[in-house]
């Protein structure tokens, strides 16, 4: 399923550790009070919230109508709207970009980087983290076996997923014109919801696009052997642990050089 199809109410009552343990990366964007943030891919708007309670000025953007309309319910307060992250204009710069668990959801990341690099100010900072190669390594090996066995051709063409390796993400980031400060990949084992239906959960949420199209009882059966080959390594004492890995980045959009200093000092 799309991202702007997202069942939002699913989503925030069962997917908090997407916004949860985002602690290191608010460090690393260090908001400032007065600063203009956007947040980019705010989802339910958790994380605008907490930039906003860092008293900064900021606006959250999601391509999900359904998304958007929770946040608004949950912060009144709060500016957001409904945007494309590969198709926006800021109306005022501003001063940072953030963005947590969505980039990987965008298969045109170069177009997302331009519109990021406009919407900033010079010196304006772009800090995220998503997805990064070898992400879900297991859970994706497992969905494709599990989906070639029932007779689907190659069901890594409908993967949504963007799950760069640091190299490939910074060189697009230094075509654009920033300035790659900070990039980082790490394993991020992520304990889900909901126990023993953690897994299915999960897929339902962030899968449908493997079982949009499918009879119910043979998605039923799809998540059931997906469990069935993950449990050995991705179920611990009662919970599923995702085999999450994280791209974290920071870049700069470089500063306005100025123009003839040298000669206007002669
Ligand atoms: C992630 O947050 O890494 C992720 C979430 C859903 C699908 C794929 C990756």
């Known amino acids: 399923m799309p991202k702007n199809r997202w069942d939002a109410a699913l989503y925030q009552d069962k997917h908090a550790f997407v916004w949860q343990s985002v602690g290191d990366l608010f460090n690393l964007l260090s908001p400032q009070p007065g600063e203009r943030i956007l947040d980019l891919g705010c989802g339910t708007g958790q994380l605008t919230q907490a930039l906003a309670i860092a008293q900064a000025e900021v606006i959250g953007i999601d391509a999900a109508p ?17 945007a494309d992250a590969r198709d926006f204009q800021a109306e005022q710069p501003f001063d940072a970009v953030f963005s947590n668990a969505v ?15 406009d919407a900033l100010k010079p010196e304006g900072r772009f800090v995220a983290e998503f997805g990064g190669k070898g992400n879900i390594r297991a859970i994706a090996a497992s969905l494709y076996s599990v989906l070639s066995e029932i007779g689907c051709n190659s069901p890594e063409a409908l993967s949504p997923w963007y799950f760069p390796s640091i190299g490939e993400y ?22 889900l919801e909901d126990g023993d239906a953690g897994m299915a959960n999960w897929v339902r949420m962030f899968g449908s696009c493997f079982l949009d199209g499918l009879p119910a009882d043979t998605q039923t059966q799809v998540i059931q052997a997906v469990e069935h080959q993950l449990k050995p390594t991705l179920y611990r004492e009662g919970t599923w642990i995702a085999d999450y890995r994280r791209l974290r980045v920071v870049a700069i959009k470089p500063g306005n050089r100025e123009q003839g200093t ?5």
């Open 262 to 266: 040298e000669n206007s000092r002669l």
């Open 170 to 191: 910074a060189t697009l980031l230094e075509q654009q014109g920033f300035d790659v400060t900070y990039a980082v990949l790490f394993e991020r084992p992520t304990p």
């Open 103 to 117: 980039l990987h959801w965008i298969l045109e990341p170069d177009a997302v980087i331009r519109c990021i690099y």
């Open 66 to 82: 359904t998304m958007i309309e929770q946040a608004r319910q949950n912060y009144p307060d709060l500016k957001f709207a409904v």
